[in-house]
């Protein structure tokens, strides 16, 4: 009989569930792909590229983890208050709170593991896809990888299942304390008009204030360091709530005594409308704003760091290419490309030390970037005669700098002696010839630097002392910017599909709050076709009505992350790349929530019949 009435619930509220769960099964699928691509051993010890990106997919998981939970919560709160006159009729006809629990509990964990059936397919397609993105945008081939890791399978189980029996047995346990009274009378509610809040101006400048705190810890984040950590998203949160609990209400309520405006057509019942839902709408938006702020802000931040990685490398490496010894096949690869500039040293190499030729030096000073003025500079010519202390030579800042942009395998391995040319020949020691090459644009050959890269790892062996070349690189701007490639490659897709697991699950909870009251207002709606208002002016009221509650959290969350992602500045060059593309992405899908959500309501309350 209980399995029979939770049944009967799930199909009378199939379209309320089918909204809400919308997000959660999104969840499902980002939260199995970041589980497969952090947790699959044999793929990440044939892949050492990838060793890179596991944290950065773990620490997504965390994050949609909770975001997750919350969110669990919020729809199964939402979702009990939907079945309370229901649960409360059941307990007239002679049904026990157990029972009634077990309803409920039945109902939420089918729910979840339906989404979790539906979640995993598309997660594991989003496994596929999202692997293969990454096999092209890293230009190399992955081994070992399942889209189907059964793992991953066992612990997006888990987790979900897990987290809805504890977010249903929280709510059954409010269920419990609920009289049969007060579930009877759920639905019978009074539209009372939200009052003026209480010494509004001091709330509304308690909030501005509040803002203001958080968006200067956001864009002064650089100098702020660990304290703007903290104060930003606190500040910013209590801002963001006082604002709309205090602001919103007041708004509506000027806008309504607007004669001109409200006089017009229907706006008065517009106006109405909004001002009566208020009360349970603005904590709503206050936390749909912050959400927006997340999700826009994960896909902005996605972007940047993955631009980041060509923009950083640029500044550590003035020369794209360092080759030893190069021979014929590298001469040819260095030949199809446009370069800028191109420098040749020699060097001796022996058990003691490095010898450099001191007149090819000054000849020829390579480029740096000045540690002081960051800069790009080229070093001063080096003194006739160079002073030794504790066996190592002494150089300047600049000329240190310098050694190591020469010779970045050997530096550091045995002690450096710039010589003259009479000295040198005298050495002895193998010599090996050094050629640095530069262009114009570095990520305009990235297959170029790769094939150099695979060249030299056939001369690495006979100068670096225990080189593999199956699990060691080569010490080149390229290997360097395919490991600072991978991991922001990773923050990208991480950054994309938690900005996409967050606008789904908020968008789906706005679009259900709204739609949870759309049977009540059938009767208004009803009443005003009866005195003869025209169904065009009817549904004009609602794109109106519903766009505004879209575009208060909408504008606030867009705010918040044109000011947030000023905080990026200290870790990035360009935090604010194709930022553009990140609301577009946000705007399509926030458009589409809405048009559908008009959809609905209008379905509901303005039936063709």
Do not use: C
Not at 18 to 23: D, H, S
């Amino acid at each position: 009989m209980i399995l029979k009435l939770a049944l009967n619930g799930l199909k009378k509220k199939q379209r309320d569930y089918a909204i809400l769960f919308t997000g959660l099964i999104i969840s499902i699928a980002v939260f199995y792909m970041f589980l497969t691509l952090s947790l699959n051993k044999e793929f990440i010890l044939q892949n050492s590229v990838i060793n890179n990106i596991q944290l950065v997919f773990l620490v997504g998981t965390v994050m949609l983890s909770v975001i997750t939970f919350f969110y669990l919560f919020y729809t199964n709160s939402f979702l009990l208050s939907l079945r309370k006159k229901e649960y409360g009729l059941y307990e007239l006809i002679g049904a026990k709170k157990i029972q009634i629990r077990r309803v409920f509990q039945i109902e939420t964990m089918a729910i979840t593991g339906i989404s979790l059936i539906i979640g995993l397919i598309l997660g594991i397609i989003l496994s596929r896809v999202v692997s293969w993105l990454l096999m092209n945008q890293l230009n190399i081939e992955f081994t070992q990888f399942k889209a189907v890791y059964l793992p991953a399978v066992f612990w997006t189980m888990i987790y979900f299942l897990v987290t809805s029996f504890i977010t249903s047995s929280i709510h059954n346990l409010w269920l419990t304390k609920i009289s049969i009274i007060e579930l009877l009378r759920s639905e019978v509610q009074n539209d009372l008009l939200p009052e003026k809040p209480k010494n509004a101006a001091l709330m509304i400048f308690l909030g501005l204030f509040l803002l203001a705190i958080g968006y200067v810890a956001l864009y002064f984040m650089e100098i702020l360091r660990f304290i703007g950590l903290f104060t930003a998203p606190i500040a910013t949160t209590l801002g963001t709530y006082v604002l709309f609990v205090a602001l919103l209400p007041i708004i509506v309520r000027k806008w309504k005594r607007n004669k001109r405006v409200n006089f017009k057509g229907i706006n008065s019942f517009t106006s109405g409308q909004l001002n009566f839902r208020l009360s349970s709408l603005k904590w709503v938006l206050a936390t749909i704003a912050l959400l927006i702020a997340l999700s826009a802000g994960a896909i902005a931040g996605g972007f940047a760091f993955k631009n980041d990685a060509f923009t950083s490398i640029d500044e550590h490496w003035q020369y794209d290419a360092t080759l030893y010894n190069p021979g014929a096949a590298e001469m040819a690869v260095l030949d199809s490309i446009p370069v800028e500039e191109q420098l040749t040293f020699r060097m001796k190499l022996n058990d003691e030390f490095i010898y450099l030729v001191q007149e090819e030096l000054n000849a020829s000073p390579p480029l740096i970037r000045d540690m002081v003025t960051y800069e790009v500079v080229r070093p001063d010519p080096l003194p006739e005669k160079l002073d030794i202390e504790d066996g190592n030579q002494i150089v300047s800042d600049q000329w240190f700098t310098a050694l190591y942009a020469i010779n970045p395998a050997l530096e550091g391995t045995r002690s450096t002696r710039i010589v003259p040319l009479e000295e040198y020949e005298l050495a002895e020691g193998e010599e090996i010839s050094i050629l640095l090459a530069r262009t114009s644009d570095f990520s305009a050959h990235i297959e170029e630097w790769q094939k150099l890269d695979e060249l030299q790892l056939n001369v690495y062996p006979d100068l670096v002392s225990g080189f593999d070349p199956e699990i060691d690189s080569v010490a080149t701007k390229y290997a360097q910017f395919k490991t600072q490639y991978a991991i922001a490659s990773g923050t990208f897709f991480m950054g994309f599909f938690l900005g996409l697991a967050f606008l789904t699950m908020m968008a789906s909870i706005l679009m259900f709050k709204i739609l949870s009251g759309a049977n009540n207002d059938i009767r208004r709606y009803d009443s005003l076709r009866k005195l003869g208002v025209r169904r065009r002016l009817l549904e004009n009221s609602i794109y109106r009505e519903i766009l505004i509650v879209f575009l208060f959290p909408g504008l606030l969350g867009l705010l918040h992350v044109f000011i947030g992602m000023r905080m990026f500045t200290f870790i990035m060059d360009e935090p604010y790349y194709r930022l553009w593309v990140s609301i577009l992405i946000f705007l399509a899908i926030y458009s589409g929530y809405y048009f559908f959500t008009v959809y609905l309501y209008r379905k509901i309350v303005l039936p063709k019949h």
